[in-house]
């Protein structure tokens, strides 16, 4: 940065501020070095010495704050601005135009943080699976494709577990799925992770050392 000249703020016969000696005017990068706290140490003085008595460039200065500080209101990542020792001297009202734009910054980054809609929660299907007895085999459950199942199932008469191994098999008997399910109040409800297409399928639960417990058909339509 180019040396700048301490200057005098002097009053006139009405009252009003004159200028005396300040040198140029900062340039923007210096502007923005300084509202964004990495103005080299060796020309702080000079600048603030140069800031204290140029209005034009506190205004510029202003406008550059406001800007960074909207920007830290709508992306906390963006690291702490560290306050200029000059922000409480200069308190007098400022275009309402730098209030708006600062305000605007701020919406657009709410705006593209917030305007992505949250994905869709897949669907389920609940399925209860019960045994049957009898020359009627087994009772078969529907559910329909393309969509993830809940297995629900009542583990009355059954040895009771901390856990167990739930399985589903395809027609051949090739295993399409696998879970640990953890049983509450006597039942299971246990949520599938994958889609099955149409087709039969079985539905197998084992004890915690592999034995077969039941066994339940389950039709994809």
Known sequence: MAPIR??????NNNGAAMQF???SHLEEPELEEYSMGTLLEANLEAFEEH????DSCQDRLLEMEAYVNAMRSASPKLREVRQPFWADLFRRPRPAWIAAFAMGVVVLGVARVW???????PEVASVILHSSRGIDGLAIAKAPSGKLLSLIMDLTELPPFPSYTLEIVNATGKPVWHATAHPENGKISQPTTNRLPVGQYYVRLNAPGGALLREFSLRIE
Do not use: N, S, T
Request: positive net charge.
């Open 6 to 11: 301490a200057g005098r703020v002097d009053k």
């Open 21 to 23: 000696g300040i040198g």
């Open 51 to 54: 800031l204290l008595a140029c």
């Open 115 to 121: 305007i992505v809609p949250p994905p869709a929660r």
